[in-house]
């Protein structure tokens, strides 16, 4: 079992860049795929990138398509978040989760990966805000 904590989030301005890290705790972060997510103020949380256990396959949201980039590094059981040009829109609570069922690599392309629905052992939560 993981326990998941995200860390990064501040307050920037239109533009501007951030580093979100998840760390975990626990026993195989190596078999977990993880993802990235947000909930902003009165909407329904939403996925923005996951990766799978090794990190060769990455998936992303349209909307930080370009912006955004996920990693992992396994021997630090540390997962990555590098958002650039970060916009109003991309103010959230950012969450990282672990999908529980061991997948092929290859599973992590598709769009179904791209849902909050299954992932389990979410941290707390990192606040980004974007101001104009």
């Known amino acids: 079992q993981l326990q998941l904590v995200e860390s990064g989030g501040s307050s920037v301005q239109f533009g501007g860049s951030l580093l979100l890290s998840c760390a975990a705790s626990?026993?195989?972060?190596?078999?977990?795929?993880i993802g990235w997510f947000r909930q902003a103020p009165g909407k329904e949380r939403e996925a923005v990138s996951v990766i799978s256990n090794h990190g060769g396959i990455t998936n992303y949201a349209d909307s930080v398509k370009g912006r955004f980039l996920i990693s992992r590094d396994n021997d630090r059981k540390t997962v990555y978040l590098q958002m650039n040009s970060l916009r109003p829109g991309d103010t959230a609570v950012y969450y990282c989760?672990?999908?529980?069922?061991?997948?092929?690599?290859?599973?992590?392309?598709?769009?179904?990966?791209?849902?909050?629905?299954?992932?389990?052992?979410w941290g707390r939560g990192t606040q980004v805000t974007v101001s104009e």
């Open positions: 989760a672990a999908d529980p069922l061991f997948r092929p690599e290859l599973n992590y392309s598709s769009g179904w990966v791209l849902s909050p629905t299954g992932y389990e052992e």
């Open positions: 626990g026993v195989n972060f190596d078999y977990y795929g």
